[in-house]
Structures are given as C-alpha cells and as structure tokens.
C-alpha cells in the first residue's frame, strides 16, 4: 500500500522569492527609464509641431516673445486659440450638413477659419519683424544661419537645442 500523499504544495525559497522581485524591480526600472526617455525626447515638442520653421530657428527667449504676443492677441494662449477655431469649425459643419447645401454658407464659415488664422499668422509675423529689428546684425546672421541649415536638412528635422 502506498503511504499518505504530501498535499502541500512547492514553496519557493527565500532566495528565489529575493531574486524574482529584485528581477521585477529591475524591470519595472529598465521600463520606466525607457518610457520616460521616449516622452522627453522621443515626442515633438509642441513647438516643433505647429510653429512656422523660422520661429523654430529662433533662441527660446526670441520665441518666447513671439508666443506671448500671439497669446495676448488671441486672449489666451491655445485654449483661446482652439475656441475660436472650434467656433469656426463648428460652423463649418453646420454648413456641410445643412439641406439644402448653401454654398454661401459654406464660404462664410471657411472664410472665417482661415480669417482667425490668418489673425494668428499676422501677429506672430509682426512680432518676428520686432524681433528681428532689435537684434544686431550678428544676432539676424546666426538666425539666417540656423535658418538655412534647417532649410537643407529638410521638413522632418526642424528640431532646435531648446526642443
């Protein structure tokens, strides 16, 4: 006959318990490192995405005035921004799923996004042209240099130091 069966089951060992979390603690680390690099420096910046490429080319405090001139314009910064356009975007639905289609309509409201766009360009090359005529000519060189330089690199490079 066979004795009593040991129904107890497998204990792991202080040793492995020790390495199997040191292991996963590691991990956790070793991923953590990864994701925080790829945010920091995988992502476009916001800045890099949306700006026209000669503010990209521009020292951070030359953008910096640039952005709060735009701000002030809109009221607001982005969320200013983002209100007016989805005002206009808006209307530029409504237009699209109106019946009987109206054309006119359609025009109007397509003819305001791209006012409240063009507002925003506006200011912004305005407040370039100030920029630019308080720097010396050495500082309007070495921005014609970056300038050219991401020109040659092309569309997919426009990264700067401070991005």
Avoid at 39 to 56: F, Q, Y
Avoid at 96 to 121: C, G, I, M, V
Avoid at 150 to 161: C, Q, V
Wanted: proline residues 4%; aromatic residues 4%; hydrophobic residues 45%.
């Amino acid at each position: 006959m066979a004795g009593p069966r040991d129904t107890t089951t497998p204990r792991m060992s202080r040793k492995l318990k020790g390495i199997f979390i040191g292991s996963l603690a590691l991990n956790l680390v070793l991923v953590g490192l990864f994701v925080g690099a790829g945010l920091r420096h995988g992502a476009p910046s916001h800045t890099s995405m949306r700006a026209d490429v000669l503010v990209r080319v521009l020292e951070g405090e030359d953008r910096r005035a640039i952005g709060k001139a735009v701000k002030e314009a809109q009221g607001g910064g982005r969320a200013a921004f983002w209100a007016a356009q989805k005002t206009a975007l808006e209307a530029v639905s409504g237009a699209l799923k109106a019946d009987p289609f109206d054309a006119a309509r359609l025009e109007a409201a397509l003819a305001q996004k791209s006012a409240h766009l063009r507002n925003t360009r506006d200011v912004a090359e305005e407040a370039m042209l100030a920029r630019f005529s308080a720097m010396t000519p050495a500082a309007r060189v070495a921005v014609a240099e970056r300038l050219d330089a991401a020109l040659e690199r092309g569309p997919n490079s426009f990264k700067t130091k401070d991005d």
